[in-house]
């Protein structure tokens, strides 16, 4: 019965951590996810890395939104079809 009393209270206290870390501090968040973004490059490197995220594609045949798009940048066009659409504001977006 002692184990789970004190595994319910490393719990608690991890998410008390957690919640702490991610939500209600600054500075600790910023921290804490550019070590994430460095250790996923470390962890994959590729030079050829422009952008991280998932990317965009519209509706239609071949989901292209920036249709001349340099050679080069083909490789990561979803994910910088998401910065365009985002800065141009195309359409109303819905933020939850």
């Known amino acids: ?3 789970f009393q004190v595994g319910d209270k490393a719990n608690e ?3 008390k ?3 702490w870390c991610f939500y209600r501090s600054e500075g600790a968040r910023r921290f804490l996810w550019q070590e994430f ?3 996923i490059c470390w962890l994959y490197p590729q030079v ?3 952008v991280m995220n998932y990317g965009y594609a519209i509706l239609n045949d071949n989901g292209k ?3 001349d798009l340099n050679v ?3 490789d990561e066009r979803f994910p910088l079809q998401l910065y365009h659409y985002l800065a141009t504001c195309k359409k109303k977006m819905l933020i939850l």
């Open 48 to 50: 050829e890395w422009k």
């Open 37 to 39: 973004y460095n250790f």
């Open 13 to 15: 206290l991890y998410i």
């Open 17 to 19: 951590a957690y919640d």
């Open 65 to 67: 939104l920036i249709q």
């Open 72 to 74: 080069e940048f083909e």
């Open 1 to 3: 019965m002692l184990i």
